[in-house]
């Protein structure tokens, strides 16, 4: 078996390359990314050198390129993470979003057609997507797989696009293919411009924390851990054309997240309680800033018998720990081009 894996340098691809690697030492796992700031090799390192994990640098939205690998290696299957990720970059750049997101996924989607038809032998394409396609929630209610999308940003907008497109291709060439909706990730090896790793890093530098409005907007948070073991099942054992939500029914407002990584924090560095809830700033809101998510992941706790392997509590303990003890690889990520897009975010609220 050989499996595609795009993406597979960032922060969830890498948890899915690793989990693949390990867990079927028969599968040749094939990491295409190219390598993006969010793109990070040494988030490997622990399986780069296992027989059955091989590197392609390469750019999705490159068709040529795209066409020669899979004409070459016939992958029995992709799953398909590399994205553009962050919301903010999004609504500075929505062009190159729309490039990667929804160009770079219809080049793969062009691609495995073209193979999966010389025989028509199962070539699944699994597309790996967001929650952030259904928009908003108010107060009550929880994102089902019937949701109909409503985006908001030019990330999600992105998304969706990219979404409908794994589903036309599945409806007009019969393409195999299926499809998830995550919640918020979180765990080790995200890159710090997502909240949670930013904040560890900031508080670990007494740096400002820059809350978006009130604080009063909701996301569900799943351990990084227990997203890509979902992507296993639902790669082995998902209905094709099928859509699975994952998610951990595990809602915070991000004001009571962020006190509570304040309080464990301070224990973990001997501060002090209250010290690092002293470095919040309310800053101005990010534009089109979505209310609520919370997904039901009711569909594939039934159907396929996931379900998180850990509490909240555990995986934000878990995750703060890993970033306490990867401080090179922090100092590593947050040299260079992040310190100007980090001033420009900084400054413009
Ligand atoms: P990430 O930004 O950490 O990683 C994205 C990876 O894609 C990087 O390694 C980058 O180098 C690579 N990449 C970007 N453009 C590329 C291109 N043109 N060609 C090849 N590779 C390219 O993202 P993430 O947070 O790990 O998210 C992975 C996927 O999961 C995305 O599709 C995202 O939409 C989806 N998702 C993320 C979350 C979350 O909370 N982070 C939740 C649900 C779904
Ligand atoms: O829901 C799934 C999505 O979760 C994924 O599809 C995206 O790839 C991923 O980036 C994430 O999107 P969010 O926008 O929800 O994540 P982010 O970590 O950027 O922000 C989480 C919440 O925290 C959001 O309400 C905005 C707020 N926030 C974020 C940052 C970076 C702040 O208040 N301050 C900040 O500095």
Redesign the pocket.
């Known amino acids: 078996m050989k499996i595609l894996i795009t993406g597979g340098a960032g922060f969830i691809g890498s948890h899915v390359v690793r989990l693949f690697v390990n867990k079927y030492p028969d599968y040749q796992i094939f990491n295409l990314d190219k390598l993006t700031y969010a793109g990070n090799l040494d988030n490997l390192k622990d399986i780069e050198q296992k027989s059955n994990y091989h590197f392609i640098k390469g750019d999705i939205v490159d068709q040529d390129f795209v066409q020669e690998l899979y004409h070459k290696h016939k992958f029995d299957g992709t799953i398909h993470l590399a994205a553009e990720?962050?919301?903010?970059r999004s609504i500075l750049n929505p062009l190159e979003f729309v490039q990667t997101n929804v160009i770079g996924t219809v080049n793969l989607l062009n691609a495995a057609r073209d193979i999966w038809k010389e025989n028509y032998t199962n070539k699944l394409f699994y597309h790996v997507s967001?929650?952030?396609v259904y928009g908003s929630l108010g107060n009550e209610g929880l994102f089902t797989e019937s949701t109909a999308y409503d985006p908001h940003s030019p990330?999600s907008a992105s998304?969706a696009s990219s979404d409908h497109f794994v589903r036309a291709y599945h409806d007009t060439y019969g393409l195999p293919i299926v499809i998830s909706n995550?919640?918020?990730n979180y765990g080790a090896y995200q890159f710090p411009?997502?909240?949670?790793p930013?904040f560890i890093h900031n508080i670990k530098n007494s740096k400002p924390l820059?809350?978006?409005g009130k604080?009063e907007?909701v996301?569900d948070w799943l351990y990084v851990v227990d997203h890509a073991r979902a992507i296993d099942l639902v790669y082995h054992q998902g209905k094709q054309g099928a859509t699975y939500n994952i998610g951990g029914f595990n809602e915070w407002k991000?004001i009571d997240l962020i006190r509570l990584m304040c309080q464990v924090m301070d224990k973990k560095l001997n501060q002090t309680e209250g010290t690092a809830e002293k470095l919040i700033e309310f800053v101005k809101d990010?534009a089109g800033?979505d209310l609520r998510?919370a997904i039901d992941a009711s569909k594939i706790n039934q159907e396929l018998g996931w379900s998180p392997s850990v509490t909240f509590e555990q995986g934000i303990e878990l995750t703060i720990d890993w970033y306490l003890e990867n401080t090179q690889w922090l100092d590593n990520v947050t040299s260079g081009n992040y310190q100007t897009y980090y001033e420009t975010q900084y400054v413009k609220r």
């Open positions: 990720s962050h919301v903010d967001t929650d952030e990330y998304k995550c919640s918020n411009e997502k909240l949670i930013l820059p809350v978006y604080g907007n996301r991000n990010r800033h998510y």
